[in-house]
């Protein structure tokens, strides 16, 4: 019965992850509307893409309506790419766009970096409160290690994304960011995934001894 439970939350735990980050059809919400923006953009103008961008990222949000999917996930991928082309058509300069985006990236960097420094590292956190375990971890060394190592690794993941895509920004080069923000976006964001879980699958909770209920392992 142990090894089914077990099983079972192997089974269960990574499409946890991604329905808490709105599944395939989410990430892609985030990272095409970006797609047809520094497509547009060459033969157009600022304004003409911010419109399109927008355009996409609703269409996403309609796909969710009529599929009767929660609209969590479209809502804020609208708000945001909504933002990133009022900055962009509000400033004049189509690489501002991007600028809530490394923006983001930054602050994630920082947040990732600071919590792990301090041995709080966000990673446990957010696992904890995916798999219904809470803080337990902390007590564990092993696992209070692993959560730390990749929540560092979080942090060099997003700075990496800031360090290519920063220089881009600054020279103007939308379309290159366009296809620098792709190319890290999905990518760089599953090898995150895949990273994380195997750091975190080699120091599992180990089941306690005493009878009754007893916290989901983590993956």
Request: glycine share 10%.
């Amino acid at each position: 019965m142990a090894a089914a439970d077990a099983d079972d939350i192997r089974h269960d735990e990574p499409p946890s992850m991604m329905e808490a980050l709105g599944g395939p059809l989410g990430i892609a919400e985030t990272s095409l509307p970006a797609v047809a923006y520094a497509a547009v953009y060459p033969f157009t103008d600022t304004n003409t893409a911010a419109i399109v961008a927008v355009a996409v990222a609703v269409v996403f949000g309609a796909a969710r309506l009529v599929r009767r999917q929660t609209p969590r996930h479209a809502l804020s991928g609208i708000v945001g790419v909504g933002f990133a082309a009022f900055v962009a058509a509000r400033s004049g300069k189509a690489e501002n766009f991007f600028l809530p985006g490394l923006l983001l990236n930054a602050a994630y960097a920082a947040v990732f970096f600071v919590s792990a420094s301090i041995r709080r590292p966000l990673v446990g956190y957010i696992v904890g409160q995916l798999d219904g375990e809470g803080t337990a971890w902390r007590e564990d060394p092993p696992r209070l290690r692993a959560f730390t190592r990749a929540s560092f690794l979080w942090s060099g993941l997003f700075g990496l994304r800031l360090a290519v895509q920063l220089p881009l920004y600054v020279a103007g080069a939308v379309v290159a960011l366009g296809v620098a923000r792709t190319a890290m976006g999905i990518p760089l964001f599953a090898l995150g995934l895949y990273l994380t879980y195997r750091l975190v699958q080699r120091h599992r909770a180990t089941p306690t001894a005493q009878p009754g209920p007893q916290a989901p392992s983590i993956e």
